[in-house]
């Protein structure tokens, strides 16, 4: 299961973590998949290189903003 709702509720998240090991799932949330997602289009529109340690940096800062 992927949640790729990064806003909100979380509740197919929430769901899919209930019955995880019932179901036998591998449930993964989404939200650092999009984080170096769209920190990489921003980067190729700004023309900027992107290093692992700036990514983590934006993951971190966007981890935070979203609680």
């Given at each position: 299961m992927w949640e790729f709702n990064y806003r909100g509720?979380?509740?197919?998240?929430?769901?899919?973590?209930?019955?995880e090991a019932a179901r036998v799932l591998h449930v993964v949330?989404?939200?650092?998949?999009?984080?170096?997602?769209?920190?990489?289009v921003v980067a190729d529109v700004f023309e900027l290189q992107l290093?692992?340690?700036?990514v983590e940096q934006l993951a971190q800062s966007a981890e935070f903003a979203r609680r």
């Open positions: 509720s979380l509740e197919f998240l929430h769901q899919a973590r209930a019955t949330d989404g939200w650092r998949y999009f984080i170096h997602g769209w920190s990489q290093t692992p340690d700036i």
